[in-house]
């Protein structure tokens, strides 16, 4: 956890963690599960089933999930970067960002919202959102 969590602030000035949440680790892949849940005997089961898919650990770097992105967005102040509409409209259909960042990681924020975590490739936020979880038509 404090790995992760020493990550989580390098790359995006990410503050404390809730503490009723917990991060469980299989090979690379991360999920967030609420303590209570670990009380009870979930030895049998799968993380998957329990918590919820929060990002995967890469050489590079922390990439967060969507809904990872939402945990830890809000508590980052660094590496963020604003969208417009059309950027998202753009990024949610699965197509790269034309957007000048220095770092590695940044997470995606239109309004409000965090809608992702993108990786740099070249002079472009490279794409995460699953295929399965794109908008084909907005």
Known sequence: MKEITSLLSSQFGFGEWDKELMLVKRRDKLWVVQKKALEQDISNM??????????????????????????????????????????LHDWLRGFDLDVEISSVYVLLKHGTNFVGCGKRKGNQVMNTVPKSRRIRKL
Not at 66 to 83: C, D, W
Request: aromatic share 4%.
């Open 46 to 87: 799968r993380a998957e089933l329990v918590g919820v898919y929060f990002g995967t650990l890469e050489r590079s770097g922390l990439r967060l999930s969507i809904e990872g992105s939402q945990l830890v967005g809000p508590k980052s102040s660094e590496n963020i970067v604003q969208i417009d509409g059309e950027q």
